[in-house]
């Protein structure tokens, strides 16, 4: 998914970092409380315009306590030598700052499962090689991006050219769908960077109706070194703000 040239032994960082980064990139449109609050997609009336849709999500991502994701990559391109791509993740977010989750990495010409617990300024990676869990301190804080002032959630304000809300269903959920372009440059501190300024990346998150939650979040476009015009990063979201233990594994 996005491809970094580095030496096998800081590959265990970064793809710690990504992990967590990736899990947390829906949050260009993040989930935000459940019915009990005033959604503007769930409020009669008139349909809600993306910026209403976008507006609500960054007052109601603060009240947000745990949510599942899971990720799908399509149509990724060759990736450059030496680079790690993430081609899928299944994880749950704990707020502020505790992440646990399954990816399928393609390390070297080969697809190898990865699992990660990020619990404050440290994650517990396992080793692609050995499956054994390795420490990772400092690689990131997951409440860094959580934050709803200063973290991914803002990348929200820099949507451009918003369409109109049509009806669509996720998973039977019904939901209002609208797109939007992102500047790949904005996604640099997670995609490594290295796209040409005006890279524009289509975006589109359908919003449930019914309670005004994120339900999809699709990415299409060249994020970052390997990805073709067609590769596509699709976020479905679910499990929001249920139970969720996540402790550091034996080591």
Same mark, same amino acid.
């Given at each position: 998914?996005? *491809? ?19 899990? +947390? ?8 409380? #459940?019915?009990?609050?005033?959604? /503007? ?9 993306? !910026?209403?849709?976008?507006?609500? /999500? !960054? ?14 990559? =399509? &149509? +990724? ?10 081609? *899928?993740? @299944?994880? @749950? ?11 399928? /990495?393609?390390?070297? %010409? #080969?697809? /190898? $499962? ?8 440290? !994650?517990? +990676?396992? @080793? ?12 990131? &804080?997951? *409440? ?27 998973? $039977? ?6 797109? $939007? #372009?992102? @500047?790949? #440059? ?6 490594? %960077? ?9 975006? *589109? ?15 299409? $476009?060249?994020?970052?070194? %390997? ?14 703000? =249920? ?6 594994? !034996?080591?």
């Amino acid at each position: 998914m996005v *491809s970094f040239h580095l030496p096998v032994r800081r590959v265990l960082a970064y793809s710690a970092l990504f992990m967590v980064c990736a899990l +947390l990139l829906m949050s260009c449109k993040l989930p935000w409380q #459940q019915a009990r609050s005033t959604a /503007v997609a769930s409020a009669p009336g008139p349909k809600p315009t993306a !910026q209403q849709l976008i507006t609500t /999500v !960054q007052k109601n991502f603060r009240t947000v306590t745990a949510f599942h994701v899971l990720m799908k990559v =399509e &149509n +990724l391109g060759t990736a450059p030598d030496g680079a790690i791509q993430i081609r *899928s993740a @299944d994880g @749950d977010v704990v707020m502020p700052d505790k992440v646990k989750a399954s990816a399928n /990495v393609l390390l070297s %010409g #080969q697809v /190898v $499962g990865v699992e990660l617990v990020s619990i404050g300024d440290t !994650q517990y +990676l396992t @080793d692609p090689i050995t499956g054994q869990w390795r420490v990772v301190k400092g690689v990131l &804080n997951a *409440s860094t991006l959580t934050d709803p002032n200063t973290g991914i959630v803002s990348l929200a304000s820099k949507l451009t050219g918003l369409s109109k809300p049509i009806d669509d269903a996720v998973n $039977g959920n019904p939901c209002w769908r609208f797109t $939007g #372009q992102l @500047d790949a #440059q904005t996604l640099a501190f997670l995609t490594g %960077g290295g796209m040409p300024a005006g890279t524009m990346l289509l975006t *589109s998150v359908c919003v449930g109706k019914a309670d005004g939650l994120p339900y999809q979040l699709a990415v299409t $476009g060249e994020a970052a070194k %390997g990805d073709t015009a067609q590769t596509a990063r699709t976020f479905t979201i679910s499990n929001y703000n =249920e139970t969720i233990t996540i402790a550091a594994p !034996q080591i």
